[in-house]
């Protein structure tokens, strides 16, 4: 469901909702209990931390052991490689953060 779907089913305003999911507002029990409602789910699911997503990875990489032999180095590497790229990824965004700071505080003494 979309949040201004939630929404509108629990009789939240959705700017409302947003923040509610991004704890930044918080909600008294009627509420909750309209969100748990709305969603069709117990209240006690509402406080479970594992997203589908994490459920998702877990459940791929306890099947890497059931993979042949040598294809978990594979994955290793794979997995490797790919913590690799994101690491430059982001020295190379922070290095050219710094370079615009230093850019900007050049042009200001203009």
Known sequence: MHQSQVA???GV???TYSRIETCIVSLN???FISIAEALEVPMA???KR???KDKALIQKLEMINGLS???PSVVEILLDSIIEK???EKSQEV???KRFAELERVRKNF
Do not use: W
Request: no cysteine.
């Open 45 to 47: 699911e509402l406080f």
């Open 95 to 97: 290095k050219m953060k």
């Open 86 to 88: 994101d690491k430059l």
């Open 8 to 10: 509108k089913k629990s």
């Open 50 to 52: 594992t997203e589908l």
């Open 13 to 15: 305003i959705a700017s």
């Open 29 to 31: 029990l009627t509420t």
């Open 69 to 71: 032999e040598y294809n």
